[in-house]
């Protein structure tokens, strides 16, 4: 089984920027798809972010254009630089290896929460 550590949330208010990080206890993330998902109060957890081992990235359209995912292999670490965050962005966020179809391969971390509020 595999942990993952998240870190980097806080208070922030509307505008503003955090950057998340999250570590894996061991050696995953080669040749996986990283993903960052966000579960706010009452709302179904969602993707809002992806990276392949490659690189490539995808985001949700609600954060295209302020948040950027981006990995280091060599510390099993992924993070997301969230900028220009709004009041919506509010939730617990995560991060886990994506299979696809809303399917992910480890169990969950315990997140790092996200509060945007004037």
């Keep these: 089984q595999v942990q993952f550590v998240e870190s980097g ?3 922030v208010q509307p505008g503003g920027s955090l950057r998340l990080s999250c570590a894996a206890s061991r050696t995953i993330f080669s040749g996986y798809v990283m ?9 179904q957890r969602e993707l809002v ?10 985001y949700a359209d ?3 254009g302020r948040f950027t995912i981006s990995r280091d292999n060599a510390k099993n670490t992924v993070y997301l630089q969230m900028n220009s965050l709004k009041p ?6 995560y991060c886990n ?12 971390g315990q997140g790092t929460q996200v509060t945007v509020s004037s």
């Design 9 to 11: 949330g806080g208070s």
């Design 35 to 43: 993903g960052w998902y966000r579960q706010a109060p009452g709302k």
């Design 49 to 58: 972010a992806a990276i392949t081992s490659g690189g490539s990235t995808n």
């Design 62 to 64: 609600s954060v295209k």
């Design 88 to 93: 919506e962005d509010t939730a617990v966020y």
């Design 97 to 108: 290896v994506d299979r696809g179809g809303g399917r992910v391969l480890y169990s969950w």
